[in-house]
């Protein structure tokens, strides 16, 4: 299956007559000089827990939400950064295209605007983007150097009846002091095989919804599946988290409660096994939120 992709992409290199090298077996991206610039695609999602796959290679769960984040790199390793611009875009850049397709038989990227549409893709700012962003405008500081860099998120989610099948987004870009760039991915869309990509669904549109700063959403959210009887560990921390954000803390206080009463413990990556020490960081917890519930009154 490997060895077809990589055939298929150096046909379609050749096709489209670019002098194109393979980064993996499914990126594709122009060379430039050493002061130019590239596409880099990340992909932030909860991956198929069925399957072993490689890292690089983009998978989602169908039915589940994930963040493709769009950035601009340099290609020569010693070239200076760019001038720090903020967020230039609040809505999405005009500068900027994203496509959603098949290969077909003659191995051509083939966008399709039914796939776009199905795969609802919405622009949006992270919260670390918008915090960095603030800092710089009110301090001049720049928490990482990578920042300084294009950097693009957009939310999509996966039709449910979408698995088992490969989707291919091409993303276009023409960026004021980066040039003309393109790149080609694939994304492996997997059907639920698990109790755990199940929950994955659920919980990714908690996740997002905290990520992007939607935390009355994230509460909104889990509240609406307790009542259904629908509950994780994972669930509950991230709407712990949301209602720490906004300063619920009787919110915060109620899924801290319900976390350790059903879980044994209050820490997402802990096996509870040491009952007492457990107890001890969850009754630490809720003493802080009682104090910050007093404060606040």
Not at 213 to 221: F, K, L, P, T, V
């Amino acid at each position: 299956m490997q060895s077809l992709k990589y055939s298929r992409f150096r046909q379609y290199s050749l096709l489209v007559v670019l002098t194109a090298v393979i980064v993996s077996l499914t990126t594709v991206v122009v060379p430039s000089r050493a002061d130019e610039y590239r596409i880099v695609l990340q992909l932030d999602n909860f991956r198929s827990t069925c399957k072993e796959i490689a890292p690089s290679i983009f998978t989602i769960t169908a039915g589940a939400k994930a963040d493709l984040n769009v950035s601009i790199r340099p290609l020569g390793s010693d070239q200076a950064d760019p001038p720090y611009r903020g967020i230039t875009d609040w809505t999405w850049p005009s500068d900027l295209t994203i496509e959603v397709g098949t290969i077909d038989t003659e191995n051509l990227f083939m966008p399709s605007s039914t796939l776009f549409e199905a795969l609802c893709f919405r622009y949006y700012l992270p919260v670390f983007l918008v915090e960095n962003d603030s800092l710089w405008r009110n301090t001049g500081y720049i928490t990482i150097s990578e920042h300084r860099f294009p950097e693009y998120h957009f939310l999509f989610s996966v039709p449910k009846d979408f698995g088992n099948q490969i989707l291919w987004i091409r993303v276009r870009s023409n960026i004021d002091g980066f040039g003309k760039l393109e790149t080609i991915k694939d994304i492996e869309v997997y059907t639920p095989c698990s109790v755990a990509d199940e929950q994955a669904i659920y919980e990714s549109n908690i996740y997002f919804a905290n990520k992007s700063g939607n935390y009355e959403q994230a509460i909104d959210y889990v509240d609406s599946l307790i009542t259904q009887g629908w509950l994780t560990k994972y669930s509950l921390l991230q709407a712990n988290k949301a209602a720490l954000e906004i300063k619920r803390f009787d919110k915060a206080l109620q899924y801290l409660d319900r976390c350790f009463e059903f879980y044994g413990t209050v820490d997402r990556h802990a096996v509870p096994k040491d009952s007492t020490s457990e107890r001890q960081n969850y009754e630490r917890k809720r003493q802080k939120l009682i104090e910050l519930q007093q404060q606040q009154r």
